[in-house]
Structures are given as structure tokens and as C-alpha cells.
């Protein structure tokens, strides 16, 4: 599960950790935004991660923390 969850106005992204992947920033449509390149195995997580959490992370279903506007 992501943590740290912030919705970013002036993209519409959220800022997130995502496990075994480090910082990033995901955006509804299910594009991402990472701070550094990924390796093969960070970028297989990611995609995992994309697929099978993200929908019901964005959903608030996951115990993903609210909103918080900067």
C-alpha cells in the first residue's frame, strides 16, 4: 500500500511512496512521474503496483490518507 498520499493542485497528481519503488507522483489517468530512473525491477513493481493497488488507492478504498491541498 502507498503512503503518503497529497493531491498536487497544480498537476492533479498525488505524491506517493510506493513500496519497493521510492517517491513518486500518479496521476488519474495512471501516468507517473518519478524522481530518478528506475531500474528493471522498481520499474515491474511500479507497473504491478499500477495495476492491482492504484485503482483502489485513487478510490480511497486502501486505507490511502485524505487529501490534504497545498
Do not use: I
Not at 20 to 39: A, I, K, Y
Amino acid at each position: 500500500m502507498a503512503s503518503g498520499a497529497e493531491r498536487l493542485d497544480r498537476t492533479g497528481g498525488r505524491r506517493l511512496t510506493v513500496p519497493g519503488v521510492g517517491l513518486c507522483e500518479v496521476f488519474d489517468d495512471g501516468s507517473v512521474r518519478t524522481l530518478q530512473p528506475l531500474s528493471p525491477t522498481e520499474a515491474e513493481r511500479l507497473a504491478l503496483w499500477l495495476e492491482h493497488e492504484w485503482p483502489q488507492a485513487k478510490n480511497g478504498m486502501s486505507g490511502y490518507s485524505s487529501d490534504r491541498n497545498l
